[in-house]
């Protein structure tokens, strides 16, 4: 019989990938069986899904840090989803890793933040029973909300790593297996991930005269660079010389370029982050979405006429959550001005 295309590139990948990579002939497999795609191996065929989701496009009009910043070149959840892909693909690359497996938990890894970035996050957090975290709302959004509940089923190794991605503050370079994804592609992303919010976040509050690129401790602008493309290629340079030096299927980063990736995190979040210019809009997009779900809380009716269903799928406040947390910025807005704000009378 005669092999498809698919079984081609699988055996391309068997011949050219480092020992360490995950192959796509060996995913461990989706939740529900189906058939094999003749021409695109497994993750290849993940990354389709996420890219044609409805839940990846609504990524252009979500907050990154600024909210609903008036300049055009302002970074968005979805700019921020493509740096890191590109960051990642790059190291992945380099390593002879599987760079669709890359590609497919860079472009999952937000699919569940909410509107209004990390302030969206923390009120959510607040007022739903349970709590709320975005990683888990991604595999929520991709397991359960798209195609109408359905899912996109995909692969154990791109759920892993889209669930594993997040550190906060937390630990970059993590020795917990438990913390970490279980494929070393996963684990691109993961430092990916950072290397691309922490560049892009000093470029941003430098372009809204947050800082100045003189406000930048001078330890990392020597070790890292003077400018952005400089900093983000001292930091994935570092990771894929050392990791090829050291081998043994871990990710590596010398001792003086990982202390000035932590230096430059804890500046960001003292100086940007938690800057008083950044916040000051924060408490009025907290108030949006606890407003929203008060009332619909108190309007079930009124919540599923919104969400187009005749019963509920899960608990009320679980329901509620992911229509507000699915919400992109301007529609969090305009829903809120429908529901709350007098309309003007129209005289014809």
């Known amino acids: 019989m005669e092999r498809t295309i ?95 497996l890359t590609e497919a938990i860079s472009l999952g890894h937000d699919l569940g933040h909410t509107p209004f970035g990390h302030a969206g996050e923390d009120t959510l957090n607040e007022v739903v029973p349970g709590g709320f975290n975005h990683a888990d709302q991604s595999l929520r959004v991709l397991d359960l909300l798209e195609k109408d509940g359905l899912g996109l089923n995909l692969t154990v190794e791109v759920r892993n790593g889209i669930l594993k991605h997040s550190k906060g503050r937390g630990v970059i370079m993590g020795q917990d297996e438990e913390d970490m994804a279980s494929t070393l592609e996963g684990r691109v992303v993961r430092i990916a991930d950072i290397i691309a919010y922490i ?31 400089k900093r983000i290629n001292t930091m994935v340079n570092d990771i894929i010389l050392e990791t090829r030096k050291r081998g043994k299927g871990r990710l590596s980063i010398t001792e003086e370029v990982l202390t000035s990736i932590l230096k430059l995190r804890d500046f960001l979040w003292d100086r940007v982050y938690e800057n008083e210019t950044v916040h000051q809009d924060f408490h009025k997009a907290s108030k949006i979405l606890k407003e929203l779900y008060e009332y619909f809380m108190v309007h079930p009716d009124s919540f599923l006429s919104f969400i187009e269903r005749e019963s509920l799928y899960d608990s009320l406040e679980r329901c509620i959550c992911d229509f507000l947390a699915g919400m992109t910025d301007r529609y969090a807005f305009h829903l809120y001005e429908r529901l709350f704000l007098p309309l003007p009378w129209m005289i014809l």
């Open 199 to 229: 560049n892009h976040d000093i470029d941003d509050a430098i372009r809204g005269e947050i800082i100045s690129i003189g406000d930048i401790p001078r330890s990392c602008l020597d070790c890292l660079g003077e400018t952005h493309s």
């Open 6 to 100: 698919r079984e081609e590139l699988e055996e391309q990948e068997r011949l050219i990938f480092s020992p360490f990579a995950a192959l796509s002939s060996r995913t461990q497999g989706r939740q529900r069986p189906e058939e094999e795609c003749s021409l695109r191996p497994a993750y290849q065929h993940d990354r389709d899904r996420i890219i044609h989701s409805k839940s990846f496009r609504r990524l252009k009009h979500k907050t990154q840090v600024f909210l609903t910043p008036t300049g055009d070149h302002y970074r968005t959840r979805l700019t921020h989803t493509l740096e890191v892909s590109q960051i990642a693909r790059t190291i992945s690359k380099s390593l002879h890793l599987n760079e669709d």
